[in-house]
C-alpha cells in the first residue's frame, strides 16, 4: 500500500485553493444579499422588514448540510439534471452567509447612535442621504471585525460541500486516506491547511478590532 507522498499534498494543495474559492465566491454572493437583507430590516417599510426577517429566520433555522441537499436535489427537480457541484454549493453557502452577514449588519446599523441619526434628520437629508453618508460609514466600522470573524466560519463550513460531490479540502483528505490509510497523518496535513487560511483571518479580525476600537467606541 502506497504511503503520503509529495503527490498527495499537492492534491491537498489544490483541494486547499478550491475551499479558498469556494469561500470567496459565498463572502461575496453572501455579502452582497446580506447586505440587501440588512438594508431591508431597517427600513420604513413594514412589510420589507418582515420579509428580511422571515428569510433570516428560515435560512438560520436550517442546518447548512440541509441547505445542500435542498438546493442540489431541489434544481433537479426543477428540470436541470447535471447541476454541476460548485452551483449548489455556492448557491447553498451564499444563502447560508447572506442570512447571517444580514443579521449582523442590521445589529451594526441599528447599534449606531441615536443621536447620529437625529443630527443628520436636522441637516435635512434624505433617509437614503443619511444611510449613505452618516449611518453605513460609521456602521462600517463596527461591522468590520465580526464580518471577517465570520468569514472564518465560512472557510470551514466549507467542508460540508462534499455532500453535494464538491470536491474541497476536507473531501480531498478522505479521498486520500480511502486509497493509503493514514488518518492520522492525512488529517495532519488537512488541519494545517485550514489553519493556515483561517489563522491570518482570526489575526486580523483581533487587528481591526483593536484598531477600530469597537469595544470603547
Known sequence: MPSFSFVHLEFLAWAAMWTAGLSVIAF?????????????RVSSSGALRTAAAVYI??????PLLVLLFLIYFGIAILGFDQVPAIIA??????IYSSGFLGEIWRGCIESVPKTQWEAAECLAL????RMLKVILPQALRIATPPTVGFLVQIVKNTSLA?????????QAGKLINNSIFEPFTVFIVVAVFYFAMCFPLSLWSRNLERKLNVIHR
Open 57 to 62: 429566520q428560515i435560512v438560520q433555522g436550517t
Open 89 to 94: 454549493a455556492a448557491a447553498g453557502l451564499i
Open 126 to 129: 434624505s433617509r437614503w442621504q
Open 162 to 170: 462534499s455532500v453535494v460531490g464538491f470536491v474541497e479540502l476536507s
Open 28 to 40: 461575496l454572493g453572501g455579502g452582497l444579499l446580506g447586505f440587501l437583507v440588512a438594508l431591508a
